[in-house]
């Protein structure tokens, strides 16, 4: 097959022609140029074969037997308006030719025809044809092409933009109302400044309004643009931040420059990235549940802070916070009541604050505080102080009455530290010191406290190594009957033999191990030892003695406090008899009816309860009838008292008197002389314990003192 007919292979030509020598010479001589050739002998054939398949071309004989050419030839032409016919005649009268013609005939040959004229004209029919439908194809494609980029450039989730020489608006797609709630059309023609915010016009010339190309032209800029609505206060942003690429569109001319013609651009919508990028970094830079600042921003803020006041030669406070008896709000109230007071407490601390001032909450219920531009120490007590009075009133939370103090501590940059960290940890340390002295107070940091042992943090560390490293120890202290003078009781006072610091004494480290939960482990060693010390006693027939164990309130909140101590005693082998435990007023006083129900159980044990530091909590004595109290321990500060004569003395006596009528066994704590002791003798005091007998000693010496008597 020759070439042509590759580049006409699908044209389709039907030969008409009533000469069956002639039709088949036609369709020898042109099938090696057209490759679909079908042909027909009369008129009716010709018709049928068109109602069943399509014809590029036809050549048509105009003599056929059943109709006359022309006649079919109008047919045609109304019938299959783009079927070329190529009219073959024996009649090549100039009118006929032209008759022809009008009838839409594409072409004419005279019959008998040359063969090459045949091919020839055949061919070039074909050829047009082919050209014609390519050319249809190919506007069809672009056609499609141009609704493919329309679709492609209107999904686009991104603003596409294009600006002419003047900044005007040629061009916008229809994201532009997703984006900012306008229509394209509302657009076009106007400048870019219609959407951009004042302060935005700036950048909005260089980069909506790109002249530049190539690598220097705008890339991912973020600018903002107006909306169309302004929604409002309720109804979200004003603006919308976009990211904008755009370049300078030139037209090339001749000798070799080009012209700007305009800014060719895409704006991405990232509103919703830039508001999850706000949402974690507020996390990461603030506490969730007071909406406070975090440690880091406090952090953050200190270094900027000091910065500041290093280089314009200005004080600065740094204030530490931690609220007192948190814990035990927390577990009295539950986490739910707790987390409320926080919340609360922080409302409550910034009401007491100054706009520059900036308040973190960095731990469970520790807060700090930074004052820039303090002028002198009494600006910071100011503050404090306002903070304490703050919380003279109770909070209400979910129905709980809640009153809540701040032991605070305060460290001034320069005088108490130059960097954030110092400045931080002496204020912690003032604030211990604060907690020492009554709670609810403030302290400023001294280089004195340095040295003392309320760095917290360093004992909470310690501690914990404490009971592994097996530095704890339980001294013992006699009790004296004042009449027989012979040694009635002991009580047991833990010791701490801390590698650094020494013998450190309770009241440096029970209170911390209070707080921060290491009461529980501490107060199971301290019942076993004393368990074990009772039972080596009773087994030296030093069984006449009773042994006094302290108590601290977390200990006995503790919801299994009474099944641990009977345990405690099984696993020792000894029973409750001769054991008593010393509890402070303050501690009963913090659930009444559950410590009433827990004592009683181990009453019934045989263990016996003393009232430790009795006369320093409430005056209220109405709870001594519902316990099964034993004893009564007169704290040793009115015992002191005793020393200038009168107001003490008659304390001493009255609670004396009212534990003989309550039929309570009364012990003097704290006898140091022996004119106290002769004042207890007079009143008709039990017995004492203090250092005129002796101090608290080693589990050794105790016995010793045990056998001796
Ligand atoms: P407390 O129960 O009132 O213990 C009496 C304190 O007075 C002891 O102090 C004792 O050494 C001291 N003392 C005794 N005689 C005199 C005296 O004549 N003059 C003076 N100035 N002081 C005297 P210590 O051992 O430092 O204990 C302090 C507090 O720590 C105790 O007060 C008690 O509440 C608590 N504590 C001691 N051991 C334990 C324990 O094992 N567990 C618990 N939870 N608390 C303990
Ligand atoms: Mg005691
Ligand atoms: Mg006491």
């Given amino acids: 097959m020759s070439s042509d007919a590759n580049t006409t292979a699908a044209v389709r030509l039907l030969i008409v022609e009533d000469g069956p020598r002639y039709l088949e010479s036609t369709r020898l001589l042109l099938a090696p140029h057209i490759r679909k050739i079908t042909t027909a002998m009369t008129g009716a054939q010709a018709l049928a074969q068109l109602a069943q398949s399509d014809y590029d071309l036809i050549l048509l004989d105009l003599r056929l037997p059943d109709s006359s050419g022309h006649e079919l030839l109008a047919h045609l032409r109304e019938q299959y308006p783009d079927t070329r016919v190529i009219v073959m005649s024996g009649d090549s009268r100039v009118d006929t030719v032209i008759h022809c013609i009008r009838l839409g005939a594409y072409d004419y040959l005279r019959k008998p025809c040359e063969p090459e004229e045949l091919i020839k004209t055949v061919r070039n029919a074909a050829h047009k044809v082919q050209?014609?439908?390519?050319?249809?194809?190919?506007?069809?494609?672009?056609?499609?092409?141009?609704?493919?980029?329309?679709?492609?450039?209107?999904?686009?989730?991104?603003?596409?933009?294009?600006?002419?020489?003047?900044?005007?608006?040629?061009?916008?797609?229809?994201?532009?109302?997703?984006?900012?709630?306008?229509?394209?059309?509302?657009?076009?023609?106007?400048?870019?400044?219609?959407?951009?915010?004042?302060?935005?016009?700036?950048?909005?010339?260089?980069?909506?309004?790109?002249r530049r190309t190539g690598d220097r032209s705008t890339r991912n800029v973020e600018l903002r643009l107006n909306r169309k609505e302004n929604p409002g206060k309720n109804g979200g942003e004003a603006t919308v931040t976009v990211e904008v690429s755009a370049t300078g569109m030139y037209r090339a001319l001749a000798d070799g420059t080009g012209a700007f013609i305009g800014t060719y651009g895409v704006a991405r919508d990232i509103s919703a990235r830039k508001q999850a990028e706000a949402t974690v970094t507020f996390q990461a830079y603030h506490d969730l549940l007071t909406g406070l600042p975090n440690r880091t921003l406090f952090n953050d803020r200190l270094g900027q802070a000091i910065t500041q006041a290093r280089r314009q030669k200005q004080a600065l406070a740094v204030l530490f916070l931690d609220m007192d008896r948190f814990k035990v709000v927390n577990d009295t109230h539950g986490h739910l009541v707790g987390d409320g007071l926080l919340q609360y407490m922080a409302q409550r601390l910034r009401g007491s604050l100054r706009e520059g001032d900036t308040l973190a909450r960095i731990g469970g219920d520790e807060f700090t505080l930074l004052l820039p531009n303090i002028h002198t120490r009494h600006n910071a007590t100011l503050i404090a102080e306002k903070i304490i009075a703050s919380l003279k009133q109770p909070f209400h939370i979910d129905g709980h009455e809640i009153y809540s103090g701040m032991s605070i501590g305060i460290a001034l940059f320069p005088d108490d530290g130059e960097t954030r960290e110092i400045l931080i940890k002496h204020a912690d340390l003032a604030m211990y010191h604060a907690k020492d002295h009554g709670r609810n107070d403030f302290r400023f940091f001294t280089h004195d406290l340095q040295h003392s042992l309320t760095g917290r943090l360093a004992v909470e560390n310690d501690m914990r190594h404490a009971l592994t490293r097996g530095e704890f120890e339980m001294y013992y202290q006699p009790q004296v009957g004042i009449r027989s003078q012979r040694i009635c009781g002991m009580e047991a006072l833990i010791r701490w033999h801390h590698p650094e610091r020494g013998l450190v004494a309770p009241n440096d480290f029970i209170p911390i191990a209070e707080e921060c939960g290491l009461i529980a482990p501490i107060s199971e060693w301290v019942l076993d030892a004393a368990c074990k010390q009772a039972k080596s006693w009773r087994a030296t027939r030093?069984?006449?003695?009773?042994?006094?164990?302290?108590?601290?309130?977390?200990?006995?909140?503790?919801?299994?406090?009474?099944?641990?101590?009977?345990?405690?005693?099984?696993?020792?082998?000894?029973?409750?008899?001769?054991?008593?435990?010393?509890?402070?007023?303050?501690?009963?006083?913090?659930?009444?009816?559950?410590?009433?129900?827990?004592?009683?159980?181990?009453?019934?044990?045989?263990?016996?309860?003393?009232?430790?530091?009795?006369?320093?909590?409430?005056?209220?004595?109405?709870?001594?009838?519902?316990?099964?109290?034993?004893?009564?321990?007169?704290?040793?500060?009115?015992?002191?008292?005793?020393?200038?004569?009168?107001?003490?003395?008659?304390?001493?006596?009255?609670?004396?008197?009212?534990?003989?009528?309550?039929?309570?066994?009364?012990?003097?704590?704290?006898?140091?002389?022996?004119?106290?002791?002769?004042?207890?003798?007079?009143?008709?005091?039990?017995?004492?314990?203090?250092y005129l007998f002796s101090r608290p000693v080693t589990a050794r010496d105790a016995t010793g003192l045990l056998q001796a008597h």
């Fill in 131 to 210: 050209l014609e439908r390519d050319n249809r194809r190919m506007l069809q494609q672009i056609d499609q092409s141009e609704q493919w980029h329309r679709l492609l450039i209107n999904t686009s989730p991104d603003v596409i933009y294009t600006l002419d020489d003047n900044g005007h608006f040629t061009f916008l797609n229809e994201s532009i109302s997703r984006v900012l709630g306008y229509r394209p059309e509302d657009l076009v023609g106007h400048s870019y400044e219609a959407l951009v915010p004042r302060d935005e016009l700036d950048n909005a010339r260089y980069h909506l309004n790109e």
């Fill in 542 to 690: 030093l069984e006449a003695i009773s042994l006094g164990v302290n108590l601290s309130a977390r200990q006995i909140e503790h919801p299994h406090f009474v099944d641990k101590f009977i345990q405690s005693l099984k696993d020792n082998g000894i029973d409750g008899q001769g054991i008593e435990i010393e509890i402070t007023e303050s501690t009963l006083m913090r659930d009444m009816d559950g410590a009433i129900e827990k004592l009683r159980r181990l009453a019934d044990q045989g263990v016996e309860i003393s009232i430790d530091d009795f006369g320093t909590g409430y005056s209220s004595l109405s709870y001594l009838r519902k316990l099964p109290v034993h004893t009564l321990k007169i704290d040793r500060s009115f015992i002191h008292d005793l020393v200038a004569p009168s107001n003490g003395s008659t304390i001493v006596a009255g609670i004396t008197a009212m534990a003989k009528g309550l039929r309570l066994n009364v012990v003097a704590e704290g006898v140091e002389t022996s004119a106290q002791l002769d004042y207890l003798k007079s009143i008709g005091c039990d017995s004492y314990q203090g």
